[in-house]
């Protein structure tokens, strides 16, 4: 079974430009996480998906940021426009419907490295 | 407001015994997890604790007291293959994780 893939893996953009990251969950997931490690910080929540629907977005920084899922299948995260303070890793993650007998664990991508320059 | 802490770095030696401890104090409570890192690659599930106690896994185990906020990974008969981060995270009851900053364990020969 495929896991989490992310796309690019890595991205180099100048301030001010756009930028989209990819993420394919695995397949028949309907929760997908959206995460993000700054310079030396922890990893930090973003938002989540509940199918196509955004369960909570609270944590996304500013209006800056964009996430969708339609269809309910992959999801884009959108920075337009990008600040250097937005140079990290982004990690998609994605479990499946909640199930009273399973750990409910989250299964993570490889992340997407953004450098904004 | 939510905290997580766990020490930065570890050394340990081949074949050693390790424990990574964490510390949490967080708004909501659903379970405690434990991943494991590698560099450049995707963190991946080791451990989930939800009620007070030991859990055991083949050479990992981690433990958990709600009470006092804590939780430490028990990693037996170190190898190479384990330095790596190992990143503590706390399951809130809107299912997403709040991470501590991970802790970086070098295993030496």
């Known amino acids: 079974e495929a896991g989490v893939t992310q796309f690019p893996s890595h991205s180099v953009i100048e301030k001010g430009q756009t930028v989209t990251l990819r993420c394919d969950p695995i397949?028949?997931?309907?929760?997908l996480y959206w995460y993000r490690r700054v310079m030396g910080k922890e990893i930090k929540f973003l938002l989540h998906?509940?199918?196509?629907?955004?369960?909570?977005e609270s944590g996304m920084p500013n209006n800056r940021f964009l996430a969708e899922r339609t269809g309910g299948t992959y999801s884009t995260l959108k920075v337009q426009p990008a600040e250097l303070e937005d140079s990290g890793v982004y990690f998609c993650?994605?479990?499946?419907?909640?199930?009273?007998?399973?750990?409910?664990?989250?299964?993570f991508g490889p992340g997407t490295r953004l450098t904004v320059l | 407001g939510q905290n997580i802490d766990q020490p930065t770095e570890m050394t340990a030696t081949e074949g050693a015994i390790v424990q990574i401890n964490c510390t949490y104090q967080?708004?909501?409570?659903?379970?405690l997890f434990w991943y494991q890192q590698h560099a450049g690659e995707a963190p991946t599930f080791l451990s989930y604790?939800?009620?007070?106690g030991l859990e055991e896994k083949g050479r990992f185990s981690s433990f958990l007291s709600r009470s006092k906020g804590y939780s430490y990974l028990l990693l037996k008969e170190l190898q190479m293959k384990d330095s790596a981060s190992y990143l503590c995270?706390?399951?809130?009851?809107?299912?997403?994780?709040?991470f501590g900053p991970g802790t970086r364990l070098s295993v030496l020969p």
């Open positions: 993650a994605s479990s499946p419907a909640r199930d009273r007998l399973s750990y409910n664990e989250q299964f």
């Open positions: 397949s028949g997931h309907d929760n």
């Open positions: 998906f509940v199918k196509e629907s955004k369960q909570d």
């Open positions: 967080t708004s909501g409570f659903n379970g």
């Open positions: 604790n939800v009620l007070d």
């Open positions: 995270a706390v399951r809130n009851y809107g299912q997403n994780f709040v």
